[in-house]
């Protein structure tokens, strides 16, 4: 080999052992906005994990001579930082509260429809034939009846248990996950990578597996953060409608509807819960962008550049 | 041909391509077998059927749209299209490797390089993974890449194209193959990087004992590395025999006209002869000899008939050419 390659080879295997010096969590400390999203949803998982245990007295004591009090006031103790509800009940508490039921439903349902949906539609884009267009045509069926349609005529039928309601979001939210991961997998299937790891003697369902799914899953995680909000919006919808989450038990979605009613005279009975909706979207959305971006190996360098000077 | 038993044998092979509104007849009866520890090179322009037939030989075609209508492929006696697939997967990667064009393309992007040789092994059921990895490691080192302990964790991208096809090379040779094919192997890279991974492939071939079926349109890389060769003209072999005899005194018109073709370090430019015409459409193959329309010694029979494989022996040298008049033919290169 020539001097002039083994010089070149040298320098991008060094370069390389610098990159690989950062660990992902050094890189996380890089990223303003992933940092935060971090940290917000980190806040959100202790309190699902110990939230009800700790502040379960507190959402549901009454005190009927604080109702509605306007947030900022310190007057009935820290917790109405926020404000009370028309119960005199701690939005803050609440809020914390109901995390657990919120995130649980809403997290569970789309992780069901994410491998659901993304192992229909790799079989339907990988086999093709029959069974992908029979697993195409159900997608279709589904996606043609708007989903909340759906929800509320199978929950009438069925017991509005937890267990359903979640089922329910889960197969309603399928179709989207069936048709990306079917489209990337049309696409995937016909690089030579493919024909390559095939030529090797790796067989159908191992170049399935092994090759094509660790590139369609990053997509279908972005997808999932996406439905994150719908799924929690369509599961405070069916709680409104008196067939998801019962009373008492609350999410946030249905404190948005309770608050409904009162808006023009305490606005943040629906303002707070929406907002926490929001903001944990989003941050599962900045997240994954940032978790996309760090498990792209062309892509990790954007993230382990120094930055420029401003 | 020589006399021992091949180790490849591809007899007869057509490959037709079904579009819904034409028939596209790819290969078309191509003939021609590799011995043991060989390099045998395929060669011809660009649609000629050569990379079909390769894909034909990993059993990588799509069926449909494409259908092998006839012939036979044998690797070491066994027929290849009729085994069964758990057969042939004990075959694929283990007994024959192959090497594509595009290295970059043929490696899984959001993979290391180690992990994906490693991967071959795990395939075939070789070794712990602990193994696995010490033994890919060894592998790059031994197609040449420096600080391979290092490198196995980098990504495609991050390897030079040169750098890339030496991790190609070393997962189809993983598994210490007994046939390498090799389509267009050196075609992506530049001039000297093609030396380098020609001379790879040679060691490589010496060391495990393999042959190795080159498939190309480099004339050079031809003339340089493979002891014999099969011209493919239109989806058919219209010449074989042994490299040296068949470019110093090619029987057939289109092996000349490719030779002539070709610039070589002494000639000069005004000299070169390109050929005359296009290849043939092949949907709409013309009657009789399929080259005809291009070649100067045509005459009313190629027009009519097309001509059979024959033997002959030019200057003490076996070879096998599809020409109705190849004595004139090798008359005329002489002259």
């Known amino acids: 080999m020539s001097a002039k390659a083994h010089g070149l080879g040298g320098r991008a295997a060094d370069d390389a052992q610098i990159r690989r010096r950062l660990p992902w969590w050094r890189l996380l400390l890089r990223d303003r906005f992933a940092l935060l999203a971090g940290l917000w949803l980190a806040l959100l998982v202790l309190c699902v994990v110990v939230g009800p245990e700790l502040l379960g007295d507190a959402a549901t004591a009454l005190n009927l001579r604080a109702r509605n009090t306007a947030p900022g006031s310190l007057e009935t103790g820290w917790l109405s930082v926020l404000g009370t509800d028309v119960l005199g009940r701690s939005m803050l508490a609440r809020l914390v509260v109901a995390a657990r039921n919120t995130l649980l439903v809403a997290a569970s349902a789309v992780l069901i429809a994410l491998v659901g949906g993304g192992v229909l539609g790799m079989i339907a884009g990988y086999a093709g034939g029959r069974a992908g267009s029979l697993i195409m045509r159900t997608a279709d069926v589904l996606q043609s009846f708007p989903s909340l349609l759906t929800a509320v005529v199978v929950l009438y039928v069925l017991e509005p248990s937890v267990a359903n309601l979640v089922l329910i979001l889960a197969v309603t939210r399928l179709p989207v996950y069936v048709r990306v991961a079917r489209a990337e997998v049309l696409e995937i299937r016909e690089r030579l990578f493919v024909q390559a790891s095939l030529a090797l003697g790796g067989g159908r369902s191992h170049v399935l597996r092994r090759h094509i799914a660790p590139i369609v899953v990053p997509t279908l995680l972005t997808i999932l953060t996406v439905e994150f909000a719908v799924v929690m919006l369509a599961e405070s919808s069916l709680s409104f409608l008196g067939i998801g989450i019962q009373p008492p038990e609350i999410t946030w979605g249905l404190m948005v509807a309770q608050g409904r009613n009162h808006l023009s005279a305490a606005w943040w009975l629906s303002f707070f819960p929406g907002l926490a909706i929001m903001l944990a979207a989003m941050s599962a959305n900045v997240l994954s962008s940032w978790l996309r971006t760090v498990s792209d190996p062309s892509q990790r360098w954007r993230l382990e550049a120094p930055r420029a000077p401003r | ?335």
Request: net charge positive.
């Open chain 2, 1 to 335: 041909m020589s006399t021992a038993p091949a180790l490849l044998e591809v007899r007869d092979l057509r490959v037709e391509f079904h579009t819904g509104l034409e028939v596209v007849h790819a290969v078309n009866g191509a003939t021609f077998s590799v011995a043991r520890g060989e390099t045998a090179a395929v060669l011809g322009e660009s649609g000629c059927g050569k990379s079909v037939t390769a894909a034909s030989i990993m059993r990588l075609l799509p069926q449909p749209p494409a259908r092998i209508a006839g012939g036979s492929i044998h690797f070491d006696g066994d027929d290849v299209l009729a085994m069964p697939k758990r057969r042939w997967r004990q075959i694929a990667g283990r007994h024959i490797g192959m090497v594509f064009q595009d290295a970059l393309s043929s490696l899984n992007p959001v993979f290391s390089v180690g992990w994906q040789i490693a991967e071959t092994f795990r395939v075939h059921g070789e070794g712990s993974a602990r193994e696995r990895r010490v033994r890919a490691i060894e592998l790059l080192d031994h197609v040449g890449i420096p600080a391979a302990a290092r490198r196995y964790r980098d990504y495609p991208h991050q390897f030079s194209g040169g750098m890339r096809q030496r991790v190609m090379i070393a997962m189809a040779v993983a598994m210490q193959p007994r046939l390498l094919i090799a389509d267009e192997p050196t075609t992506a890279l530049d001039v000297t990087i093609q030396a380098q991974i020609m001379e790879l492939l040679e060691r490589l071939r010496a060391e495990l004992g393999m042959a190795i079926v080159l498939i190309t349109h480099d004339l050079g890389v031809v003339s340089e590395a493979a002891a014999r060769v099969a011209v493919m003209y239109a989806g058919r072999v219209v010449e074989s025999g042994p490299t040296r005899e068949i470019l110093r005194r090619p029987a057939h018109p289109y092996t000349q006209a490719l030779l002539r073709s070709v610039p070589t370090g002494r000639s000069r430019a005004d000299k070169l002869r390109p050929i005359v015409g296009s290849p043939p459409d092949l949907a709409r193959l013309p009657a009789g000899c399929a080259f005809h329309p291009r070649c100067e010694h045509a005459r009313e029979r190629c027009m009519q008939r097309s001509p059979v494989a024959q033997a002959c022996t030019v200057a003490g040298a076996a070879r096998t050419v599809e020409c109705h008049f190849p004595l004139e033919v090798l008359g005329a290169h002489g002259g």
